[in-house]
């Protein structure tokens, strides 16, 4: 990997550390129209194409069979925090499929909220798989399953008839080749397969606009979009990007991020799509430069100004530096 | 910055990430055994250069003037967790200095370490100063200032007579000129001073040696030395490589992490300074980098081959991934 610098991180007027990266920003069409490093080695896109993922609970009705809300159709879209609203969510979910939090096969860990965890721990309290951040998705894979009368266990596995539907979806969105040999073993057990940023991009502007896509995936899509414009909250938390300028810009922008330096979003007026990675996996890198993309691409300068150059602040609140994207993202 | 991939991190088979990074192994005359990457380039060393900068408070003689114990100077070149028994040590030293957490001008944060941030919520606790990360260095410069008649008001201060001897025997050590052109703010707010990583190596090893040193500040160096190998517990905490790695190897390593991805060294018996830097800060490449040279040189294999080649498990404890040294490491 010999990608471009595109974030560098000061303090004082001294470059303390950088970030290389990839990007791309696509339009429906698949044609290119911005790309920095390299876009079409398959990397793997983590939690950042957890709207995909969600299509087939949608576009197979299972979710309207259980009855799901909105914003539990934004849960299944997200990386949450762990605070009490996004575990409520998810345990409603699972009622609704008529089960419960011993069904899901995503691991448990702390709220990544600190105030969450902390709240939690005050209250004695410890984490169960109700605050793992991709519960919600999880609770998504066990609605789909039980809406078909499909026995959920064993779900997070690449030969389960949901996870079947669920890839299935995301190669035909993306118009990648979901093979074993690009496939890994994601944070919460399910497979993670391995997909350029450039198609990426592309499967994200399709998302955006429903272009190219059957009727009943673009009725999804835009239903999984409205949702999450509506419950911005719903997909990350308190003080997170994703929510933060979703909360700002509503149903303008879609953003969400993945581990490892992972950013994927879509700007549905324009008929854009967007994916970055850094090649560290550093969250701060990805973040920067999707909200560089999104301002330069979307025009949100006021709002995105802010997240494309955050200040480095230290414990005693002084300004010791800042983020700023670099190169051809300057 | 065009430093080399000294780190990749795996998942399955495929390399998801990888980090870039520079290094010096020097010895005490000052040749350099193993080098990659820019290590002429000044960087800040952060809190790697916490022994450095508590030479005067031993040297000075102000230590053993307020009686301070092995542990609480071992806490004075401290990165702590904010354990409790880092929050009790630190508090002590201000008692035997006649301050209190009030004279800390370090600002506060919550406990590093997850379990004592926890335990400090459950109790319906919030933190203080004491539990920065930072407060037994700042503990030792009010113990410095204090033994000396001086006020210890303002010593973050470049311009404090504290933060003059400070900075003064950083300069010496590593024979770096320390002028306010490469002078930054620190998270703690005391001086960030930008020295290459051939100097730092440098340093160390003298640190390590005495080898060129007078004989009061060798002395000073032997004495922080055997404190921390004997209480390796205050200088990090539990499950954290600078302890992990002293309370196994005792005095043969000296080991300190510095923010923003940097690692200082010393291997006193083979009279070696060791320093790296992750070009993008992360300290799991720096972690990675700093066990592989202290394996290659130290010949340490056994113990410090799982830290330079540590398994990545996602939630469910499942090995998903691993890093490893690559390039001129591997």
Known sequence: MSNPVVVEVLRGDRVESAHRGAGAVVDAGGRTAFAFGDVDRPIYPRSAVKALQALPLIESGAADRL???EAEIALACASHAGEDAHVAAASAMLAKAGRDVGALECGAHWPSSETAARALARRGGTPSALHNNCSGKHAGFICLACAEGVDPAGYVSPDHSTQRAVTAALADMTGAALRAETRAIDGCSI???AIPLRALAH???RFATGQGLPPQRARAAARIRAAVAANPAMVAGEGRFDTEVMTLLGARVFTKTGAEGVWCAA????GLGLAVKAD???????????AALLRRFGGFSDVLGPFAA???LNWNGIA???LRPSGALA
Chains 1, 2 share one sequence.
């Open 67 to 69: 009855g799901l809300t």
């Open 191 to 193: 497979p993670a397969y």
């Open 203 to 205: 499967g994200f502007a």
């Open 267 to 270: 700007l549905p007026e324009l």
């Open 280 to 290: 560290d996996g550093a969250k701060r890198a990805a973040q920067t430069v999707i």
């Open 310 to 312: 955050p200040p480095l």
């Open 320 to 322: 010791v530096g800042a």
